[in-house]
């Protein structure tokens, strides 16, 4: 059985274009949540998915946005990237509100 | 005040020494809490849930204390593979503890 898995592992782009990053979630789970974790930090809640729809929201701008599929795979997109969007991103599955289980992240560098 | 707070630490221990650590919780609806774990740029990973009447799994106990919103872990017998960042998780919200950083030293 497969993990949450989250694509791609690193990713460097330019300040002001836009990025896609993927997330599968494990098997059985229908809740895929996102997170922002800066070096040092703990990782900051961005948004939560359930039955396609976005449930939660966390403190983070219009340009982060998301989408989740009928087979609850999830999509993390962030527009007009700042310097400061570099981090990690991590995404959970989880039946609702049920134990989380993360990706390996996703390694953004915005330059 | 912050939805989720821990002890900010570090903590730096010897071995075989017990260490415990706090987060308090700011949202008194909220119903479930775990404790994760999360090596050096490696993902969180599940440490233990968080039961009402308190959880024990090997040399780590969780406790919950609904009427001052607070979480705990402690660890007995303190190993050098239990260092890491610990980190609560208040899943109501899916917040997460900024974390608190753990060193087990020989």
């Known amino acids: 059985d497969a993990g949450v898995t989250q694509s791609p592992t690193h990713l460097i782009k330019t300040r002001g274009q836009q990025v896609t990053l993927r997330c599968s979630p494990k098997s059985g789970h229908d809740t895929v949540s996102w997170y922002q974790q800066a070096l040092g930090q703990g990782p900051q809640f961005i948004f939560q998915y359930y039955e396609e729809e976005e449930r939660q929201r966390g403190n983070f701008p219009d340009r982060f946005s998301g989408h989740q599929f009928p087979n609850y795979s999830s999509e993390l997109n962030v527009n007009a990237l700042l310097l400061g969007d570099s981090a990690l991103y991590l995404c959970a599955s989880s039946l609702f509100r049920g134990e989380a289980f993360f990706g390996q992240g996703t390694r953004l560098t915005v330059v | 005040r912050k939805e989720v707070e821990q002890d900010p630490g570090p903590f730096n221990v010897p071995e075989g020494a017990t260490v415990a650590f706090n987060c308090t919780y700011s949202n008194s609806a909220s119903q479930s809490f775990f404790w994760y774990r999360q090596d050096c740029r490696k993902e969180p990973k599940l440490l233990m849930s968080v039961y009402s009447s308190g959880n024990e799994d090997g040399r780590f106990t969780a406790q919950l204390n609904r009427a001052s919103q607070y979480i705990s872990l402690l660890i007995r017998d303190s190993k050098l593979s239990d260092s890491a960042t610990y980190l609560c998780?208040?899943?109501?919200?899916?917040?997460f503890g900024a974390g608190t950083r753990l060193t087990v030293k020989p």
């Open positions: 998780v208040v899943n109501n919200d899916m917040r």
